[in-house]
């Protein structure tokens, strides 16, 4: 057995795109040489700024001989169909074998050399390589990321011949390309490969670059007394722009660190790729930065650390402006610009967005514990630094900056947090709000959105989802179940939509008054004030979408079928944030299908469901419903089931037939009364009641019994055993 090192050497891959190509490299390859019948024993990529490198270990030297047997059509089929068979066969008619009257070709090939398969699989990897962007160069018609400067192919040692657009295979490749030998040098196989790299300043693994940049950005800040502030995403980013990565600690201006934290963290990370750095048990920052360069100057990186702060301090004055200007600005002139600002063609401007996230927050607020009149008032100021000039200049910065400006415009700790926070949790690995009005504000955000672009219809699709509505949905269920929340979300998604229908019918009387009459006669106007909102809802909006909606059905057909998409959404996303944490999905479907939307309530059905069913008597309970279930389908199809209580005492009538009945209407009162306790492990032992009394009843009687009375009892009794089930949950959706 063989080894393959491929390397493509280029001009700097950018850090972004290095992992994505490891990665691709990884699976092109992979296929290529499986479908060619090839087997190895260990593949591995890397990649650098200036090169991908793919090493494969116990490759044959030639690929299998192939004998295989093609079924091809009847003989008694059309002229076209065995003619398109002796194309993909490349076989002629005397050649086919004809067997029970069917066609078969014998194909048989001899196995070919490995370096050939490599040399085909190489050219075809690179030029239909799936790079985000890519370039030509020269005058050839190859695309990269970056122009090609090398291929390094060895097999075994000995180089593969092949050329791709004028680029021709060899062993040599280079080092880093100011502190290298200055000459390209050969290579012989991996381990050559990787040891003459690093006598020439090349760390080859992405894992030992950030292990170098982490070791000595921590050794730096360590000889001063200082402390590294760690931030993955930065490593990652890092670690793909130096080959030979040397951390220097550098000094910034001390009067930059009035200015927030975040701000000096985010100008070091996103515009000059600097570590933060911090004093060892204080708070905030110190004036110092850690910058990675990609080669061992000769000083110490004296000169490095200068030129760089220099570049720091104008950076950081540009955002010591905004923030001095933004505080002569403040949130009314922010508001208003709002109103210019488109948020979605058919959803209207910020304003009206912001407009719509306050009432919704005034609305949650109670249920959250959370004052309401602190809950609106941030999220009328939530979205107001989007027109400052920091979040211009720093968009990664909205909300924070909010949290400051409302601080330092005397509103309460509470209002200010909640603005800072209302983003969040913006992923699976971001913190989730507990401060209730926090929490009602970011509730309010994340709703809004989902019914918005539920409204117009722009739900996501497969793998796309361009407004980011399945981390706005895991967002909310997350917020409602790390902080208990016990709300029905689709009473308050009902009151968003008709807020939302309310500001899209604004100066459509017709449309409008049809719309509020049912709601009148109803009371739900006076539940959700929006008879009083809609004084305030400006006359501009368009409502494009919306109204073509109820044109063509009534505002309550066109409301409905909304909210059932979405609650479908959320309990999609609830599954799937269950099943990460090991529950099954169809357990989740079985609660979801009693109609509860109060998400708390739901996954303590479920626990307790699965917890039940990792039983014996869950198990086997479970069957026994499955059997009883399929004799009541089969008999809903000759017509509607017997109705009734169930009888007791009938001539010759099974003891066990007679326990079963007592039996379940004692589990109906037990767990009734567990459910309307949410205790729902008791009302799961009421039903492990049920396990021996359905057994004994399937093993000694007969239900579709001769005698049409004992029948239609035995069918009762069926149907109350499985009602009194499907009052825990729809035992029909469990697999089992």
């Known amino acids: 057995m063989s080894q393959l090192l491929l390397e493509i050497f280029s001009e700097e891959i950018p850090a972004r795109m290095q992992q994505g190509a490891a990665r691709d490299l990884e699976r092109m390859a992979c296929d290529r040489l499986k479908a060619a019948g090839l087997t190895w024993d260990a593949l591995t990529t890397y990649a650098g700024p200036r090169r991908l490198t793919l090493v494969i270990d116990g490759l044959p030297a030639a690929t299998p001989d192939r004998n295989e047997e093609l079924k091809g059509p009847k003989t008694s089929a059309p002229a076209q169909a065995l003619e398109g068979f002796l194309r993909k066969t490349g076989l002629t008619q005397d050649q086919l074998v004809e067997r029970d009257g069917v066609w078969f070709a014998q194909i048989s090939s001899k196995g070919r050399a490995t370096t050939e398969v ?10 239909h390589f799936p790079w985000p962007k890519s370039m030509r160069w020269g005058t050839g018609t190859l695309r990269w990321v970056r122009p090609i400067k090398r291929i390094l192919a060895l097999f075994d040692g000995a180089v593969i011949p092949f050329e791709v657009d004028g680029i021709q295979s060899g062993d040599v490749t280079e080092g880093h390309r100011f502190m290298g030998a200055g000459q390209p040098f050969a290579v012989k196989d991996f ?9 020439n300043f090349v760390l080859l693994d992405a894992a030992d670059r950030k292990l170098r940049i982490l070791e ?12 590294l502030v760690d931030d993955d995403g930065l490593l990652d980013e890092v670690s793909g722009l130096a080959e030979w990565p040397t951390p220097i600690l550098g000094d910034m201006d001390p009067q930059f660190l009035a200015l927030p934290p975040e701000v000096v963290q985010l100008s070091m990370k996103v515009h000059q790729k600097y570590f933060a750095v911090r004093e060892p048990g204080k708070d905030g920052l110190a004036p110092h930065f850690v910058v990675v360069a990609n080669v061992e100057a000769t000083d110490g990186g004296q000169a490095l ?9 104008a950076r950081l004055s540009d955002a010591e402006f905004f923030w001095t200007e933004d505080q002569k600005v403040g949130f009314d002139a922010w508001n208003a610009k709002l109103k210019d600002v488109t948020f979605h063609a058919k959803l209207g401007t910020l304003a009206e967005r912001v407009d719509r996230i306050a009432a919704l927050a005034r609305e949650i607020a ?3 514990g959370a004052d309401a009149d602190q809950a609106e008032q941030a999220a009328r100021l939530s979205k107001a630094d989007l027109a400052s000039g920091m979040v211009g200049e720093f968009p990664e910065l909205q909300g924070i900056m909010g949290g400051y400006y409302a601080r330092l415009a005397g509103q309460p700790d509470a209002v200010a947090d909640a603005i800072r926070d209302h983003y969040k949790p913006q992923g699976p690995g971001d913190t989730v709000p507990t401060a209730p009005v926090t929490v009602a504000v970011a509730m309010a955000e994340k709703l809004d959105t989902l019914v918005g672009f539920f409204a117009i219809d722009e739900k996501p699709t497969g793998s796309k989802d361009p407004y980011a509505l399945r981390r706005a949905a895991l967002g909310v269920i997350r917020l409602v179940l790390e902080n208990g929340v016990r709300v029905e979300l689709s009473n308050i998604v009902i009151h968003a939509g008709r807020r939302l229908m309310a500001q899209q019918l604004a100066g459509r009387a017709d449309k409008l008054e049809a719309f509020l009459e049912p709601l009148r006669k109803s009371g739900d106007l006076a539940d959700n004030g929006l008879l009083q909102q ?6 501009k909006t368009a409502g494009v979408l919306v109204v073509d909606s109820v044109e063509k059905t009534t505002p309550q057909d066109w409301e409905r079928r909304r909210s059932l998409d979405f609650g479908l959404f959320v309990m999609d996303r609830l599954t799937v944030l269950l099943r990460d944490k090991g529950q099954r999905h169809d357990l989740v479907a079985a609660v979801f299908a009693l109609g509860d939307d109060d998400l708390v309530r739901i996954v303590r059905r479920v626990e307790a469901l699965a917890a039940f069913l990792a039983t014996d008597d869950g198990a086997n309970l479970l069957a026994g419903y499955k059997r009883a279930a399929q004799l009541l389908k089969a008999e809903e199809k000759k017509g509607p089931l017997p109705e009734g209580a169930v009888a007791t005492g009938l001539p010759n009538q099974p003891a066990e037939e007679t326990a079963l009945a007592f039996a379940a209407a004692a589990a109906a009162s037990a767990v009734d009364a567990a459910l309307e306790a949410e205790d729902f492990a008791a009302a799961m032992t009421a039903l492990a009641a049920l396990r021996g009394p359905v057994d004994a009843f399937f093993t000694a009687v007969m239900v579709n019994s001769d005698v049409a009375e004992e029948r239609e009892n035995r069918l009762k009794l069926l149907g109350q055993v499985r009602g009194v089930m499907n009052r825990v949950a729809d035992f029909g959706q469990i697999a089992g």
């Open 366 to 368: 109670p249920l959250v």
């Open 118 to 127: 490599v040399a085909e699989s190489v050219d075809d990897i690179i030029r």
């Open 305 to 313: 650390a200068a030129g760089n702060a220099k570049v720091l301090s």
């Open 191 to 199: 381990a050559d490969y990787r040891t003459k790299l690093e006598r």
């Open 534 to 539: 809609l004084s305030s809802v400006s006359q």
């Open 216 to 227: 000595g950005a921590r050794a730096v800040c360590a000889a001063k007394g200082l402390a």
